[in-house]
């Protein structure tokens, strides 16, 4: 079975630094998709970015990046430069690419950016 | 505008008076999906559908129901709502993934007390 694991409830960091979501998985099937989520106090859930299992390169987007490390089967979530409205929690998420396709979601990581 | 709507986005109800979530989406998506969100815990899906007419039980379906009688809308059912169903209820839809980077939407969410 698929599985997620996020092992930091809580980070803080400095405004205009740059942080490091941790994110692990684990699944025997070689086709999926990881996907990062950002949930802020109003509850919407907010795509992020995206990283397939066949990706030669890591993925970005703006000032969130996704360091894709296969053979260890992580997929941390980068964000530079800080900013006060990325507080929020954030979520990492997999999806295979048969059968139920669920998306299936770590516990979640609240960051706190402090200024 | 793409997006997936939720109603109502908060309730209160008491124990065994059923209800009915709506969520529908205007992408054209095959695949919907509920997703219920709880403190430490994260997001766990509930029931899943990849067509009209073709839904799937998630991790926690006990005490629900769904239809797919279109392809739009993902109706989520609680016949008699318990206290244990207070929780953050989330639909989600997107494309099947067919090994391509495919997004799941996710509607505002519906925050449900039932006492």
């Known amino acids: 079975a698929q599985k997620i694991t996020q092992t930091q409830p809580g980070m803080f960091v400095q405004e205009k630094e740059a942080v490091t979501l941790d994110c692990t998985y684990d699944?025997?099937?070689?086709?999926?998709?990881l996907f990062w989520y950002k949930q802020p106090s109003s509850g919407e859930m907010i795509f992020l970015i995206y990283?397939?299992?066949?990706?030669?390169q890591n993925a970005t987007e703006g000032r969130y990046s996704l360091n894709f490390q296969k053979a260890r089967k992580s997929a941390n979530l980068v964000i530079s430069a800080s900013q006060l409205g990325d507080s929020a929690m954030y979520f990492c998420?997999?999806?295979?690419?048969?059968?139920?396709?669920?998306?299936?979601f770590g516990k979640g990581t609240k960051l706190t950016v402090n200024p | 505008e793409a997006q997936v709507t939720q109603n109502p986005r908060y309730l209160i109800t008491v124990t065994g008076k059923k209800l009915t979530v709506t969520c529908s989406q205007n992408?054209?998506?095959?695949?919907m999906s509920w997703y219920r969100q709880d403190p430490g815990l994260g997001l766990r899906q509930i029931y899943y559908?990849?067509?009209?007419?073709?839904?799937d039980k998630g991790d926690v379906p006990e005490g629900y129901k769904v239809s797919r009688k279109e392809k739009r809308n993902f109706p989520l059912i609680l016949e008699s709502p318990s206290p244990n169903q207070t929780s953050l209820y989330f639909c989600?839809?997107?494309?099947?993934?067919?090994?391509?980077?495919?997004?799941?939407?996710f509607g505002q969410g519906t925050r449900l007390t039932v006492v």
């Open positions: 989600a839809s997107s494309l099947l993934t067919g090994g391509m980077n495919t997004e799941a939407f």
């Open positions: 990283q397939g299992s066949y990706d030669q």
């Open positions: 992408m054209n998506h095959e695949y």
């Open positions: 559908s990849m067509n009209v007419e073709v839904t």
């Open positions: 699944t025997s099937d070689p086709s999926y998709g």
């Open positions: 998420a997999m999806r295979d690419w048969g059968g139920s396709e669920k998306l299936v």
